[in-house]
C-alpha cells in the first residue's frame, strides 16, 4: 500500500519563528488533506490541497502531485499552534491514509 | 451549518465493560467515516458508511467492536468488551466528496 511519511517527526520552536513541516507520499494520490490535533485532541481541517498553493492566514500549504510531496508552513508561531500535524491522502478509495505525524512544540 | 458532533466527548471505563460512542454528522452528508488514533500512533481507518450500508469496514480490529447507522443518521461505535489497548481517540467524520470534516474526538480511557 502507499506510504505516507512526514518530516521532521518533532519539532520545538520559539514563540515568533517560521517552520515547514513534509509530507511525502510513495504513489500518485487523488487528494490531499492537512490537519492539526491540538493538545485537547481535536483534529481541525487546515487544507484540502491536491495540487497548487493555499493560504490561510499564518498558514500556507503547497502540494506538487507529481514529485510526491506537500509542504506546510507555519509563520510566526504562536503557542496555540502546539499540537501535532498529520497529512492524509486520498489513495484509490475514499477513506484517508494519515501520515505518521509531526510534534510540534511552541515555547513562549 | 453545524458540524459534526461526537460524544461524549471522554469516557473512562474499566477493562471488561462497553462503551458505546456516538457520531452525528453533517445533515446531508451520505458518508460517514470512523478513525482512530491509539498510543500515540497514527490516525487510522476504521469503517465507511454509505448511508446506512456498511461500505468498507476493513479497518475495524476485531469482533469486539461493532457499527451500526440508523437510518443513515447518526452512528453508534460499540466496544465489548473493551480492552486496555482500546485506550485512545475515536474520531468520526462526513463528507459529500473527497473533503471530510471531523468531529472533536472521543477520548476513551481503559483501565
Known amino acids: 500500500g502507499i506510504q505516507v511519511e512526514q518530516s521532521p517527526p518533532d519539532l520545538i520552536l520559539q514563540e515568533g519563528a517560521n517552520s515547514t513541516l513534509r509530507c511525502n507520499f510513495s504513489?500518485?494520490?487523488?487528494?490531499l488533506q492537512w490537519f492539526h490535533q491540538n493538545p485537547w485532541g481535536q483534529l481541525i481541517n487546515l487544507f484540502y490541497?491536491?495540487?497548487g498553493t493555499k493560504q490561510n492566514g499564518r498558514l500556507s500549504a503547497t502540494t506538487v502531485a507529481t514529485e510526491r510531496y506537500s509542504l506546510l508552513y507555519i509563520s510566526s508561531s504562536q503557542t496555540t499552534d502546539s499540537g501535532v500535524y498529520f497529512c492524509a491522502v486520498f489513495y484509490n478509495t475514499d477513506k484517508l491514509i494519515f501520515g505518521t505525524g509531526t510534534r510540534l512544540q511552541v515555547f513562549p | 451549518e453545524a458540524g459534526v458532533t461526537q460524544f461524549p466527548s471522554h469516557s473512562v471505563i474499566e477493562k471488561g465493560q462497553t462503551v458505546t460512542l456516538r457520531c452525528d454528522p453533517i445533515s446531508g452528508h451520505d458518508n460517514l467515516y470512523w478513525y482512530r488514533r491509539v498510543m500515540g500512533k497514527e490516525i487510522k481507518f476504521l469503517l465507511h458508511f454509505v448511508k446506512e450500508s456498511k461500505q468498507d469496514e476493513s479497518g475495524m480490529p476485531n469482533n469486539r467492536f461493532l457499527a451500526e447507522r440508523t437510518g443513515g443518521t447518526y452512528s453508534t461505535l460499540k466496544v465489548q468488551p473493551a480492552e486496555l489497548e482500546d485506550s485512545g481517540v475515536y474520531f468520526c467524520a462526513s463528507g459529500q466528496t473527497y473533503g471530510y470534516t471531523f468531529g472533536s474526538g472521543t477520548r476513551l480511557t481503559v483501565v
Open positions: 504513489d500518485s494520490v487523488n487528494n
Open positions: 490541497i491536491p495540487s
